[in-house]
Each structure stands twice: as structure tokens, then as C-alpha cells.
């Protein structure tokens, strides 16, 4: 099985500053990763779909780049409907899994 | 616009079942793998399987296998998660979620979760 570890668990920063979420595969997945961005009480929203292509509608401050085991999720300048959890997940093994997620708050 | 809205929430007691339904609108209900996915209070995200609601083909997570039944109805647009022999680490928000990409184009499913149901929370206690 594929373990998905995000780093770090939580992130603190200010709007307009940038922010680098990462996320760390036990085996290669090659570029199947995918990125999701779920605010409070909401479903999850796909942001980033094999490692690096913006999903439909996705803001271009969200830039995900990688492959192999390493992944970098950035978003460029942080606005305030950023502030979220983050969650990564791949699609190459079974079973397909999740990381475990980054909270993103205000500082 | 593609829409999946789920069933209200249920409380059932250790051993039970539960069916929770998803119906889409906006979009050709055959074309498009439907998944489910859960979340257990205040944790992450766990696949669990998916119907290829064309043919009624299905996939389960090894977890899963056994306990879960995932069904469609294409007259009603509406695909159903049924899970068995609860328990109460089944307690959770459970997801249905439209595949990315239609199958036409991606036989297998690409298991990426474009759009997602309101989630239907189960609770599971005695």
C-alpha cells in the first residue's frame, strides 16, 4: 500500500504570502497525484489533477509540480478562501489513498 | 451544471445496514464512474469504490470488500452505496463523487474526484 505523507500538518501564514504544502509517496506513483482543497463542513474540491494540470475553474495561483515520490503543491498569493485543508491523493497503486492532510490557517 | 445531491443523514445501530442515494443531474449519468468516498469525524479520506453506471460494473476497495454494495438506477440517474454489518468505526461522512473523466475517454476511470455529493453523515451507535 501507498502511504501519502503531507508536511507540514499545519501551515500559518498571511494573505498574499506563499505557500508550499508538500506531500511525500512510500513508492513511486508516477504523476498520478491529485490535489483537494476541503473547507469546513464542505466536500472536497479537485485543484490539481496528475501532479501538475488545474482542474476546470481552479485560479492560477495553485500550481502543483512533481512526480516520482515528491509533490509540491503552491499556491502563489494566498487570499483569504485559501485558508483550508489540503489533502493529497494518488491513483497509481491499489489501494488508491490519501494523505492525511495540511491545515492552512491565518496567522 | 453537474449536481449529486444525497440522501439525509441516518443513525443506525451496530450490525445494521444503510443505503445512502446520490442523484446527478447535469450531465449524462451513463458516461461517468460514479465513486464513493468516506470521512470519519474529524479525519482524512477514504476511497471505498466505484460503479460504471453504464454497466452496472463495480470495484471495491479490499477493505470494503464484502460489506459494500454499490448499486445504480439509470432510469432515476441515481447510484446507491449500501454498507453492511455496521460498526461504529463506520461513523462518517460518506461521499459520492463523479469520476474526472468519462469513460469513453478513460476506460479504467481516473480516479480523480471532479465533482462531489453534500455528503450524507451515518452514525453508528448502540
Known amino acids: 500500500e501507498v502511504v501519502l505523507t503531507q508536511s507540514p500538518a499545519t501551515l500559518s501564514l498571511s494573505p498574499g504570502e506563499r505557500a508550499t504544502l508538500s506531500c511525500r509517496a512510500s513508492?513511486?506513483?508516477?504523476?498520478?497525484l491529485a490535489w483537494y482543497q476541503q473547507k469546513p463542513g464542505q466536500a472536497p474540491r479537485l485543484l490539481i489533477y496528475d501532479a501538475s494540470n488545474r482542474a476546470t475553474g481552479i485560479p492560477a495561483r495553485f500550481r502543483g509540480s512533481g512526480s516520482g515520490t515528491d509533490f509540491t503543491l503552491t499556491i502563489s498569493s494566498l487570499e483569504p478562501e485559501d485558508f483550508a485543508v489540503y489533502y493529497c491523493q494518488q491513483r497509481n497503486n491499489w489501494p488508491r489513498s490519501f494523505g492525511q492532510g495540511t491545515k492552512l490557517e491565518i496567522k | 451544471q453537474v449536481q449529486l445531491v444525497q440522501s439525509g443523514a441516518e443513525v443506525k445501530k451496530p450490525g445494521a445496514s444503510v443505503k445512502v442515494s446520490c442523484k446527478a443531474s447535469g450531465y449524462i449519468f451513463t458516461d461517468y464512474y460514479m465513486h464513493w468516498v468516506r470521512q470519519a469525524p474529524g479525519q482524512g479520506l477514504e476511497w471505498m469504490g466505484w460503479i460504471n453506471p453504464n454497466s452496472g460494473g463495480t470495484n471495491y476497495g479490499q477493505k470494503f470488500q464484502g460489506r459494500v454494495t454499490l448499486t445504480r438506477d439509470t432510469s432515476f440517474n441515481t447510484a446507491y452505496m449500501e454498507l453492511s454489518r455496521l460498526k461504529s468505526d463506520d461513523t462518517a461522512v460518506y461521499y459520492c463523487?463523479?469520476?474526472?473523466?468519462?469513460?469513453?475517454?478513460?476506460?479504467?476511470?481516473?480516479?480523480?474526484?471532479?465533482?462531489w455529493g453534500q455528503g450524507t453523515l451515518v452514525t453508528v451507535s448502540s
Open positions: 513508492q513511486s506513483v508516477s504523476t498520478y
Open positions: 463523487a463523479r469520476d474526472l473523466r468519462s469513460y469513453h475517454y478513460d476506460s479504467s476511470g481516473s480516479f480523480y474526484f471532479d465533482d
